[in-house]
C-alpha cells in the first residue's frame, strides 16, 4: 500500500530561485515529519523534520511547512543553490513501527 | 565516528550463486532496516529489526534473507539471486522508531548487479 505521495518526480531550478517539494500522507498515526537529502554516490541523510504541534519550521534555506488536515506536507528551499541538487526523500514515521519513505525528487539546480 | 558500514561497496554476480551483503553499526541502535533503490521507485523497505531476533518484512521481501545475532549487525541474504534484484541497496539503523527525533542513518550503498 502506498502511504507517501511525494511530487514531482524531478525539478529543475535556476540558481536562486525557490524550490518546492510536496508529500501527502494517508496515516494519520504519523507523528514525525522528516526530510532526507541524498547525493550521488551517498546514502540518505536527515536534512529537516518537523513535530506535528507546529506548522512551519525553517533552518537556513530550509522550511518545512505542515498542513496537518490536508495530511500534507513540504519542503522549501529559497535561494537554491547548485550544491544543493540532490534526491530528496519525505520519510515520516508511525511511533513503534517504520519508516515511511516517498518515492524521492531529483532535483538539479542550474547556474 | 558514529556510522553504519555497509560490505561491500559494488558487487558483481551471477544468478543463483548465493550472497550476503554485511551490515554493521557502532552507535547501539535497537532497529536496523534494509532498503532497495531503484529510479523512479525510491527507498522501498525490505525487512527491518527492532532488536535482536526480531525481523518482519517490508514492502519488498521476496528473493532475501535477513537475520540479527547480534545487536550491531543486520546482514542481508540473497539465497538464489536473480536478475530483477539488481539494484542498489542501503542498510539504516535508528532508535527504536518513537516518532519525534527519531533520525536513521544510512550506509553508502552497495551496488548489486546481477547478470
Known amino acids: 500500500q502506498q502511504q507517501v505521495k511525494q511530487s514531482p518526480q524531478s525539478l529543475i531550478v535556476q540558481k536562486g530561485g525557490i524550490s518546492i517539494i510536496n508529500c501527502a500522507y494517508e496515516n494519520t498515526a504519523f507523528d514525525y515529519f522528516p526530510w532526507y537529502q541524498q547525493f550521488p554516490g551517498k546514502g540518505p541523510a536527515l536534512l529537516i523534520a518537523i513535530r506535528p504541534d507546529v506548522s512551519e519550521k525553517k533552518e537556513g534555506r530550509f522550511t518545512i511547512s505542515f498542513n496537518k488536515s490536508a495530511k500534507q506536507f513540504s519542503l522549501h528551499i529559497m535561494d537554491s543553490q547548485p550544491g544543493d541538487s540532490a534526491t530528496y526523500f519525505c520519510a515520516p514515521i508511525n511511533t513503534g513501527n517504520q519508516f515511511y519513505f516517498g518515492t524521492g525528487t531529483s532535483l538539479t539546480v542550474i547556474p | 565516528e558514529a556510522q553504519v558500514t555497509q560490505n561491500p561497496r559494488y558487487l558483481i554476480t551471477v544468478t543463483g550463486k548465493k550472497l550476503t551483503v554485511t551490515c554493521s553499526q557502532n552507535m547501539n541502535h535497537e532497529y536496523m532496516s534494509w532498503y532497495r533503490q531503484d529510479p523512479g521507485l525510491g527507498l522501498r523497505q525490505i525487512y527491518y529489526s527492532m532488536n535482536v531476533e526480531v525481523t518482519d518484512k517490508g514492502d519488498v521481501p521476496e528473493g532475501y534473507k535477513v537475520s540479527r545475532k547480534e545487536k550491531r549487525n543486520f546482514p542481508l541474504i540473497l539465497e538464489s539471486p536473480s536478475p530483477n534484484q539488481t539494484s542498489l541497496y542501503f542498510c539504516?539503523?535508528?532508535?527504536?522508531?518513537?516518532?519525534?527525533?527519531?533520525?536513521?542513518?544510512f550506509g553508502q550503498g552497495t551496488r548489486l548487479t546481477v547478470v
Open positions: 539504516a539503523s535508528s532508535l527504536y522508531p518513537s516518532g519525534m527525533d527519531t533520525e536513521a542513518f
